[in-house]
């Protein structure tokens, strides 16, 4: 039970809720590729998303 790997959370870049557990999106940066998460609540609203990297916001 060790809770020192914080750097494996996930969270959704739209909401920034933790999503582990939960069947959210992932895909890559258009722009840099970079990993991104997002909520499945935050894909069915088509929320924008904003790439940590590159600034990157897209549908
Ligand atoms: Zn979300
Ligand atoms: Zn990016």
């Given at each position: 039970m060790s809770t020192t790997d914080d750097r494996k959370t996930r969270s959704c870049?739209?909401?920034?809720?933790?999503?582990?557990?939960?069947?959210a999106a992932a895909f890559k940066c258009?722009?840099?590729?970079a990993q991104i998460y997002r909520c499945a609540k935050c894909r069915k609203q088509s929320n924008l998303y904003e790439c940590d990297d590159c600034g990157f916001t897209g549908p």
């Open positions: 870049v739209s909401c920034g809720i933790n999503i582990a557990g939960t069947n258009p722009d840099c590729g």
